[in-house]
């Protein structure tokens, strides 16, 4: 093997392993970024194409995880500290009500349905509750017995699926017969979750084994076990259903898994280190670029995912994590 393809092949590695460096953003970054501040109590409203941070509103205590109504007007934010949901008009900024959940308290993974209903996980009361803005803020609870901290939905509406964290299991929920089915037995600390191939394989992370795992949706079988970099605390399903991404923590990377095949395919280094605190992961609406919450910075990380170059650190509050993107 001659020197220069040593010294080659030696350069490709090395780059192939830095923690990724800023650029110049792409051009057609387009929408508003949401971004729960839950060390402050805020939710910042950034314009993805300039960057530019449009202002900040008052939330409920400890706002975590946010999602944007159907028509794209509206962004809910839970306030994980209390017992409710804020709705704000994404355009003027404005809080237009807060959603009391009753009995219903610690909300954290939010889904909002093409209905209307919001699907909310209620984890210090072992439920999923259930609001319908089309009836008035409607709230109803389906006990589960379990802590559920993230939640995922099916295409088609008919179930949820809420990830346990202390329990180890992930609840399976019939949105219809609003009860639950069962428990699936997924062992150490589950927390993030996706459902990807149009709900047949749901993809949960382990927080304490640097692993995620795929289950399919019908028999409830594992279908694979891949390794990931350490803590991988969210998992995302890019647009196009190709990629399953997850977050970790633990080393300030993603882990790409091929969604056909269920390998590996790389890690992806953004800050590369533990302090940066990387949480949540979020795609573009097309899918060229991924978010990530670095909550030990107070920024938010905007890579190009089929490079997973860095473009840029978009400036938020303190302790911000859950995000969410209004057209």
């Known amino acids: 093997m001659g020197l ?39 939710l910042s409203f950034i314009a993805l194409a300039t960057g530019e941070e449009l ?24 306030a994980y500290g209390g017992n409710s949901i804020d709705i704000f008009d994404v355009a003027s900024r404005a809080k237009l009500r807060t959603i009391d959940l009753g009995e219903n308290e610690g909300p954290h993974g939010l889904v909002w349905l093409d209905d209307g209903r919001l699907a909310v996980t209620t984890e210090r009361s072992g439920t999923l509750t259930i609001v319908d803005t089309a009836k008035g803020d409607a709230v109803t609870a389906i006990p ?46 589950p927390e993030g979750i996706a459902l990807a191939k149009n709900g047949r394989e749901l993809w949960v992370g382990d927080l304490k084994g640097a692993r995620v795992q795929a289950f399919d949706t019908d028999s409830f079988e594992r279908l694979a076990e891949v390794k990931t970099g350490p803590v991988p605390i969210r ?27 269920r390998q590996k395919v790389r890690d992806v280094p953004v800050s590369g280190t533990e302090e940066a605190q990387q949480v949540t992961i979020l795609f573009s609406r097309d899918g060229r670029h991924l978010y990530a919450a670095e909550t030990g910075r107070n920024q938010v990380a905007e890579l190009d995912f089929a490079t997973g170059k860095l473009l ?5 509050g303190e302790d911000g994590d859950g995000l969410a993107i209004a057209p």
């Open 312 to 316: 840029r650190r978009l400036d938020a």
């Open 4 to 42: 220069k393809l040593v010294i080659g092949m030696a350069a490709a590695m090395l780059a192939a392993c830095a923690p990724a460096q800023e650029a110049a953003p792409e051009k057609g970054a387009a929408g508003t970024l949401l971004v729960g501040n839950k060390g402050e109590d805020t």
């Open 235 to 261: 998992v995302a399903v890019s647009p196009d259903g190709r990629w399953v991404v997850t977050s970790n923590l633990g080393s300030g990377s993603l882990t790409v898994i091929d969604a056909a095949t």
């Open 55 to 78: 202002g900040r509103a008052k939330t409920g205590p400890m706002p975590h995880e946010i999602a944007i109504s159907p028509d794209g007007s509206q962004a809910a934010v839970v």
């Open 144 to 189: 589960t017995g379990q802590r559920g901290h993230m939640v995922a939905v099916s295409p088609d509406k008919s179930r949820a699926y809420t990830a346990n964290i202390p329990d180890g299991t992930v609840s399976v929920i019939d949105l219809a017969a609003g009860r639950k089915l069962r428990d699936i037995e997924v062992g150490g600390e």
